[in-house]
Every structure is written in structure tokens, then in C-alpha cells.
């Protein structure tokens, strides 16, 4: 099968980090987020000076105020350096600042003092997700983490954009098909379908999924351009699809 043209950081990166700054209130029912048993477990851990400034990074992330987040996140390592919790939002916070570099560093660092932690696996993957050359890397991540989190709602919506773009149909179908099983109202997923079947050619089809996700977020403009644009006849043209979206988590 012909691979789909796809599209890498762009949109579909901006509107990621926007998401996962707002999923930090709240995401799809399993995320790549500590859940709050996890998070317990792995505060007890760290030393109360350090835990002071991991929860005031989290508020300061929380407001998206990320260079104060940084600083917070960077001073709870320095007091806690064996501590995977504190270089897991140190990673964080350093892909929300799109510094690929320290934020790779900093999962790493957590898978080695943490070699089964599937949160980092699953923000590895993710941005190995985002370069063409490392899509096989990305996969191998992905699949570990669901090995720890079968039922990973972020890690399956990864795993079906990185089988779409490289032509695995059915495989991209199966997760999406998960996705939808499990949280059928979160518009991202129905734009993300949207925007693979519209890169595979099936303009109907995508339609029908920016529909869905126009009509699951009103105030969601990519889904509009997007059912604009192959409406009035623009797909096959040469101009790209516009790439997927997150915005506003899914109920819990």
C-alpha cells in the first residue's frame, strides 16, 4: 500500500502541547500521566525540600506559566537526582518548552533509575512519534508502555497516527477503533481519523470524522478549515491536510 503524505510537528505538534498543558487538568480515562496512586507511591520517595518544589512546579504548569514550572522542576532534581518522579516532569516540562534534547534526557533518566516506568515509555514514544527517522523507535516505546498500561488511551491514539503514516491501514483502524470503544466523545481522536483518512484519499470518509469532531467541539477551528477545504473541492490539490488536535480532555 502507498504510504499517505503526513505531516510532522506543525499543527498537529503545536495543538499536542497545547492538549497536554490542559490535560494536565484532566485527560482521556488512561493517560501518560502519573495517576494518584502512582504519584504517592513515588512522592514518599522524594525528600519534603524537593516534593515543596515538584508541587509548586505542577501549579505553576498548571497556570502554563512554564519557564517558573522549569525552574521548580529543575530544583527538585537537583535535591532529589535518584528521584524518576522529579526528572519525569522535568521532562515535561522541557517538552512543553520544545526542547527535544532535555526532555529525551530527562525520560531516559527515569526509565534508568525506573526501567519499567511505561509513563516515560509512553513520552518517548510520543515524540519519537514526530521524526520520520525514528518511527520504529517511537513504535517499540509505545508497545512497551502497553505492556505495563494495556488500556492507555494516549499511547493507542500515538501508536494508530505512527501505523497510518507508515501505511499500516488496518493496524491505524484497529486503534482507532479501540480509541473510539473507549471514549467515543473526545473530538481529537475523530479529527485525527480525519485528517489519515483525507491523507489516504478517502475524502468522504474524513469528512464525516471533521463532522464528527466539529460537532463534538464547536469552538474548534482546524475541523471547519478542514471540511471547508474538501467541501469546496481543495483535497487532491497539492494542499496538505491540516494535522490533528487535542484541546479539551475527554470526561473522566
Known amino acids: 500500500m502507498k504510504q499517505p503524505r503526513h505531516f510532522f510537528p506543525g499543527l498537529l505538534f503545536s495543538i499536542l502541547l497545547a492538549v497536554c498543558l490542559t490535560a494536565f487538568l484532566g485527560c ?12 504517592a507511591k513515588s512522592k514518599a520517595s522524594v525528600p519534603p525540600q524537593a516534593l515543596e518544589h515538584l508541587g509548586q512546579g505542577q501549579k505553576f504548569l498548571q497556570d502554563q506559566k512554564l519557564d517558573e514550572a522549569l525552574k521548580e522542576f529543575q ?49 518517548l514514544g510520543k515524540m519519537y512519534s514526530f521524526e520520520k527517522d525514528k518511527l520504529e523507535q517511537a513504535q517499540s516505546y509505545l508497545q512497551k508502555a502497553l505492556e505495563g498500561s494495556p488500556e492507555n488511551l494516549e499511547v493507542h491514539f500515538d501508536l494508530g497516527r505512527i501505523y497510518a503514516m507508515q501505511g499500516e491501514r488496518a493496524k491505524a ?28 484519499g478517502e475524502k468522504d470518509k ?13 469552538n474548534f477551528p482546524a475541523a471547519a478549515e478542514a471540511i471547508k477545504r474538501l ?22
Open 28 to 39: 482521556p480515562s488512561t493517560s501518560t500521566t502519573p495517576g494518584t496512586k502512582e504519584t
Open 75 to 123: 530544583e527538585s532534581v537537583r535535591l532529589a537526582p535518584d528521584s524518576a518522579l522529579a526528572h519525569f516532569w522535568l521532562g515535561r516540562v522541557y517538552f512543553y518548552h520544545k526542547d527535544k534534547e532535555q526532555a529525551e534526557k530527562a525520560f531516559k533518566k527515569v526509565l534508568e533509575l525506573e526501567p519499567d516506568n511505561y509513563h516515560a515509555m509512553a513520552w
Open 206 to 218: 474524513a469528512i464525516d470524522q471533521y463532522k464528527r469532531a466539529q460537532v463534538l467541539n464547536p
Open 173 to 200: 483502524l484497529r486503534e482507532f477503533g479501540f480509541l473510539f470503544n473507549k471514549e467515543r466523545d473526545f473530538f481529537v481522536y475523530h479529527f485525527e481519523l480525519g485528517r489519515i483518512l483525507e491523507a489516504w
Open 231 to 252: 467541501e469546496g473541492g481543495a483535497a487532491g490539490s497539492g494542499a496538505s491536510p491540516a494535522p490533528p488536535a487535542k484541546t479539551q480532555a475527554p470526561k473522566r
